[in-house]
């Protein structure tokens, strides 16, 4: 039973230990950002595009808008077409 309630304590004080090692040595947010500038995702990103396509096709405050970006390397076909088509018209419900 000894044993038990030595390993219990012996593995909380290592918790406790890697706990305070961790917060002490977390590098300054703060700093880094000041330093390296803010991460920002690259213009070529599919999100980067779809961003811009919802700043552009908002129309005012009250109103809200879906962007969907498909994305294929080749050329969508007729099926792909339809697939859109279709999921368009169920997020128009």
Do not use: C
């Amino acid at each position: 039973m000894n044993w038990i309630r030595r390993n219990y304590v012996a593995t909380i004080i290592i918790w406790l230990f890697l706990t305070i090692v961790s917060v002490v040595t977390l590098p300054d947010i703060s700093a880094l950002i000041r330093q390296k500038g803010q991460v920002t995702l690259p213009a070529t990103s599919e999100s980067f595009q779809a961003y811009k396509l919802n700043k552009q096709m908002q129309t005012g405050e009250n109103s809200s808008s879906v962007v969907i970006v498909y994305h294929k390397e080749s050329k969508l076909n007729q099926e792909d077409q339809r697939k859109i088509n279709e999921r368009v018209k169920q997020l128009a419900r």
